[in-house]
Every structure is written in structure tokens, then in C-alpha cells.
């Protein structure tokens, strides 16, 4: 059994061109953290496991959620996303769904890179990276509008299955959702591993 995927997840690597669906809740997380995370480093696809700090986050995640009533938990295909929620459905029994929607952006000549090197080096394209502006795009990576787009998707896909759901993805991923519902994301190094945040979805908001 693949670690950090018990109960065995399934895995999903379509979703459905439109989805119709009131106002949803759902609960999304951030991963536990890497120790390419906690030395400030650029991740993106790459696919480091949770360090012992990441492991301890991912419990008290599983503490929290195993309070909120969540029938259902999706996550990214990436190691690190996929190791926290199989400690969340080891905790509350309900197996994880793989949705490669989820996966962090691709973030090119960035990944590996420190988070203060490029400030220094690149400082107008991290502030826009910071910013969230609607035309970022990484160097040789992914755009933010892509990502925006997928995660609209893979969300849509999640709020019309059963409920409340908890998403665990990525940084990048919480952003997404968060522009695309019309709200200002926050930096990522002010998005908390390991903790489930409360949000209202609506699809097809195109």
C-alpha cells in the first residue's frame, strides 16, 4: 500500500466539463511541511516527502478535521499531499480520492530555488508572484490563470460529491480558489501547513 494513502485511494485524472452547483462548504488544507519548505525553497512538482514537522502537522490536522464532520477527503497526486491525508483517513476512516487537478503548479526555472534568492534577484516578478497577479507565470513553468482554472475544476468536481469534503493540496492550490472566487490570496508563506480552512464554493463562476 503506497504510504500515506491508507485507506487505499482512488484515483481520478478527469473531471467533467461542467458542473452545476448551489453554494457548497468544504474544508481545504495545505500539506504538512518538507524540509525543502521549511528552508524556504521553491517546491512545485517536485516531490519531497513530509519532514518530522510535516508528519506532526499532519496529526494535528487529522485532530481538527475529525471535528468537523467530513465524509469525504480529495488530494493532489504529490507525495507530500497525498502522506497527510492518509494520516486524516487513517484518523476518521474515509479513504482519500486522488485528483490530479489538485497537484501544485509547475513552477519551472524556480523549483529548488530559495523564495529569498529570487526576491533579491527577480524582485518585480515575486512581488507579482506574491501579489497573485492575474498574468503571473513562472519562468518555463505554469501561469496563474492555469492553475486558477484547473483548481476551479477539480473544486467543482469535489463540492458536487458528498459533503463537507476536505481538499489537502498545495499553497498554490488554496490561491487558486481564492481568485477564483473573487478574493485577494494572501503570500504563501502566510498559508499554515496542516490546518483545515473553511470555504464556501460556487462552480462554473466563469
Do not use: Y
Amino acid at each position: 500500500m503506497p504510504a500515506g494513502c491508507s485507506p487505499a485511494p482512488t484515483c481520478l485524472s478527469r473531471v467533467p466539463d461542467a458542473l452545476h452547483t448551489s453554494p457548497v462548504p468544504l474544508f481545504i488544507a495545505r500539506h504538512g511541511e518538507t524540509v525543502d519548505n521549511a528552508d524556504g525553497l521553491i517546491v512545485g512538482r517536485r516531490d519531497p516527502p513530509l519532514s518530522e514537522a510535516g508528519r506532526e502537522q499532519a496529526a494535528r490536522l487529522a485532530e481538527q478535521v475529525a471535528t468537523l464532520g467530513v465524509v469525504a477527503i480529495w488530494c493532489s497526486p504529490l507525495l507530500r499531499a497525498r502522506q497527510t491525508a492518509g494520516v486524516v483517513a487513517d484518523a476518521i476512516g474515509v479513504g482519500p480520492t486522488i485528483l490530479d487537478d489538485l497537484i501544485e503548479s509547475a513552477r519551472g526555472s524556480w523549483e529548488g530555488q530559495s523564495v529569498a534568492h529570487l526576491a533579491r534577484t527577480e524582485p518585480a516578478l515575486h512581488a507579482a508572484f506574491e501579489a497573485g497577479e492575474k498574468d503571473f507565470a513562472f519562468p518555463g513553468g505554469e501561469s496563474l490563470l492555469d492553475q486558477v482554472q484547473r483548481t476551479r475544476k477539480a473544486l467543482d468536481l469535489v463540492t458536487s460529491g458528498p459533503g463537507p469534503a476536505l481538499v489537502v493540496a498545495h499553497a498554490g492550490t488554496i490561491r487558486a480558489a481564492l481568485i477564483a472566487l473573487g478574493r485577494a490570496p494572501p503570500p504563501e508563506h502566510e498559508i499554515p501547513h496542516g490546518e483545515a480552512i473553511p470555504l464556501t464554493w460556487v462552480a462554473d463562476l466563469r
